[in-house]
């Protein structure tokens, strides 16, 4: 039934060391995101893609990196996490832009940097 | 730039009171969508509702209600007969049309609790 999936549910980091998120989706959506989420705020989109078109956001900081090998998987690469890197890292998923558009999210991969 | 604000960071009531959650947008085009998500405390975002600029009727789907009123960019939720169920966070979204993905700009979110 899932129909877009985030592994680990909670990964734990320490300064520094390169971590990567994953998620997958079953639904065959174009469009795949990926959003940070701080304690007790709203997300926050750090890029997506558009089928293998990738579009970053302008405040998105280079520690931050995706890829999207095929349809199905994306990830979320954070080069060198610090401590402010601690947050909820949502991924969702949606067709083309259209007027019955709207986006799936999954549950979320909850990042602990020490 | 758009901007979606709602001003009520927390809201706590009693099961089977109603409550209304707020949400004011502001943006510059002239064709956009409104979005609803729950967050639960599982954490994954749940859509509840799209709604078009074009269409300003107001919409009730069981015990959720949705007043959209162009003239105050305004779109706020009413849950009617509120359950501990509902206790979650709601964002309220917007997102103009765009050629390369739905951009969401998200309302810093409604805390709702609901006491048994």
């Known amino acids: 039934d899932a129909m877009v999936i985030q592994n680990p549910r909670y990964q734990v980091t320490q300064f520094g060391k390169p971590v990567t998120l994953s998620c997958s989706q079953t639904l065959n959506h174009n469009v795949m995101y990926w959003y940070q989420q701080k304690s007790s705020q709203a997300p926050k989109l750090l890029f997506h893609?558009?089928?293998?078109?990738?579009?970053n956001e302008a405040d998105t900081p280079d520690n931050f990196q995706s890829r999207r090998p095929n349809t199905s998987f994306c990830f979320l690469d954070i080069r060198s996490p610090g401590l402010g890197d601690a947050a909820m890292y949502l991924c969702a998923t949606s067709t083309p832009p259209g007027p019955l558009n709207e986006q799936f999210f999954g549950p979320g991969t909850r990042l602990t940097v020490l | 730039a758009q901007k979606v604000t709602q001003a009520q960071t927390e809201i706590s009531v009693v099961e089977k009171e109603d409550v209304t959650l707020d949400c004011v947008y502001e943006t510059r085009d002239t064709t956009y969508y409104l979005f609803w998500y729950k967050q639960p405390p599982s954490g994954e975002l749940v859509f509840l509702i799209r709604r078009n600029s074009f269409d300003e009727q107001n919409e009730i789907s069981g015990r959720y209600s949705w007043n959209f009123q162009k003239s105050t960019s305004s779109f706020n939720f009413t849950i009617t007969a509120s359950q501990v169920v509902d206790s979650a966070v709601y964002f309220c979204a917007l997102s103009p049309p765009r050629n390369a993905g739905n951009m969401l700009t998200f309302g810093g979110g409604t805390r709702l609790m609901v006491k048994p």
């Open positions: 893609y558009y089928d293998k078109d990738f579009n």
